[in-house]
């Protein structure tokens, strides 16, 4: 299976910060990563797919970058509405495998 | 508006079966443009892609999971399921069903999840 590591596992960040999440893949997946937002009590929602294409509805704040085994989320400045949980996923070869997630919080 | 939703029951007994649906409104789940996935969340934790199925039965588990897994559909009622059997504690989670494009692995539209505990 590929291992994803998400790093740091938190952060705290104000409001207008930029803030750049890391994962980091076992092997070279190319641009197969996707990344979602979690808030408490809800269901993940789909930012970032193939590496750095953003989902349809998310705001332009949202990029992602990388390929090989190195990616990662940038949020050019910080709203309120994007403390939350990130989690990172491959899609390069099945099982399709999480990261453990990254927390931002104030 | 697609809309996805979980049901089933909340608590379910060591070594028995866990039997959710997820309920299609807005969308056909035979368009062949897509697939239909669970992922479940245990407490406090990362999620876990359990498997996919296609309109047609064709489907994929999780092999850590394939051998208690079965991920039914029903296209008379725009419903798929999920089976997982020989449940323990460590199958305690919110469950969620996904809908996944056709060719593309991403997680694009989620239910809201249902939280199964097992517990006797």
């Known amino acids: 299976d590929i291992q994803m590591t998400q790093s740091p596992s938190s952060l705290s960040a104000s409001v207008g910060d930029r803030v750049t999440l890391t994962c980091r893949a076992s092997q070279d997946i190319t641009t197969y990563v996707n990344w979602y937002q979690q808030k408490p009590g809800m269901a993940p929602k789909l930012v970032i797919y193939?590496?750095?294409t953003l989902q349809s509805g998310v705001p332009s704040r949202f990029s992602g970058s990388g390929s090989g085994t190195d990616f990662t989320l940038t949020i050019s400045s910080l709203q309120r509405e994007d403390f939350a949980i990130y989690h990172c996923q491959q899609s390069y070869s099945t099982p399709w495998t999480f990261g453990q997630g990254t927390k931002v919080e104030v | 508006q697609l809309q996805l939703q979980e049901s089933g029951p909340g608590l379910v007994r060591p070594s028995e079966t866990l039997s959710l649906t997820c309920t299609v409104s807005?969308?056909?789940?035979?368009?062949?443009?897509?697939?239909w996935g669970w992922i479940r969340q245990p407490p406090g934790k990362g999620l876990e892609w359990i498997g996919n199925i296609y309109y047609t039965g064709t489907a994929y588990h999780n092999p850590s999971l394939a051998s208690r897994v079965t991920v039914p559909v029903d296209t008379s009622t725009n419903q798929f399921f999920l089976r997982l059997s020989s449940v323990t504690a460590a199958d305690t989670a919110v469950y969620y069903c996904?809908?996944?494009?056709?060719?593309?692995?991403?997680?694009?539209?989620w239910g809201q999840g249902i939280l199964v505990t097992v517990s006797s």
């Open positions: 193939s590496a750095s």
């Open positions: 996904a809908r996944v494009p056709f060719g593309m692995v991403k997680f694009e539209s």
């Open positions: 807005g969308g056909s789940i035979t368009n062949n443009n897509y697939y």
